[in-house]
């Protein structure tokens, strides 16, 4: 069977999607990675050892334009790793499953970084921007597109916008953070060496509300996987 592959993350980040399986009805298969480029790499190939002929990067990312707000829905039509590597998204893929979106959310593009760490504050964000010219971070999308390029097979991602440029990210959150969910425990652990982090933390899970409407605003749209594999996908049973 033809199968898109979605890495994401956390399972937070995915829980949109539904329950996809190397069993599910349309063939799509999902690995939650954990958090950065290793992570990350390690998801992609699990997915193209399971027949996944596609490659998507999903979940939330930080702005570094200060013109994006909280929620909103990024498709990049360049993604680039920290040392510098460019990689393309598919094209066909990415504007179509924005017109499909577009009618019910807006979306924007540009160039995504892929950082080897968490850029958590407004100075690190504003550096990142006019150094590279991205308009968003996130930890995970070039290792994705890296396993994608190696094996021929076209590459999304699809980002929404939690952290604006102008916030300052609780670095509670980043310790929390751990195996694909934040755990409980490592936060209040953080929070309490770090109270004066719980206002930034209140901001960001309201921000993340906003990201998580968007998320879900493109899975209702229900055109993820490129034309090619919904082509190739089987009837669904009458």
């Known amino acids: 069977m033809t199968r898109l592959g979605i890495v994401a993350a956390f399972a937070a980040e995915s829980r949109h999607l539904g329950p996809l399986m190397p069993g599910s009805a349309d063939g799509t298969l999902l690995v939650v990675s ?10 992609a190939r699990q997915l193209v050892d399971a027949g996944a002929r596609a490659l998507l990067s999903w979940g939330v990312a930080g702005g ?49 970084l892929t ?3 968490p850029l958590g504050s407004a100075a690190d964000k504003s550096i990142a921007f006019s150094e590279t010219g991205a308009a968003a971070v996130d930890m995970e999308s070039a290792a994705v597109a890296e396993v994608a390029r190696a094996q021929g097979l076209p590459f999304l991602a699809v ?25 409980l425990s490592r936060l209040l652990g953080a929070l309490a060496r770090a109270p004066a982090d719980l206002p930034a933390l209140i901001r960001l899970i309201w921000r993340y509300r906003a990201a998580s409407r968007s998320l879900a605003a493109v899975a209702r749209a229900g055109a993820l996987a490129p034309r090619q594999l919904r082509a190739a996908a089987p009837a669904a049973p009458p």
């Not at 920290?82 to 094209?91: N, P």
């Not at 179509?96 to 540009?110: D, N």
């Not at 670095?171 to 195996?179: Q, R």
């Open 34 to 43: 954990g958090m950065g480029g290793a992570a990350a790499a390690s998801g």
């Open 64 to 112: 570094l334009d200060p013109a994006l707000p909280a929620g909103a829905l990024f498709l990049p039509g360049e993604v680039i790793s920290a040392d510098g590597v460019v990689y393309q998204t598919a094209r066909e893929w990415r504007e179509r499953l924005a017109t499909a979106v577009a009618s019910c959310h807006p979306v924007t593009g540009g160039r995504l």
């Open 115 to 117: 950082s080897r760490r």
């Open 159 to 183: 980002r929404a916008i939690v952290d604006t440029a102008n916030d300052p990210l609780p670095m509670a959150a980043i310790a929390a953070a751990s195996e694909g969910s934040v755990r």
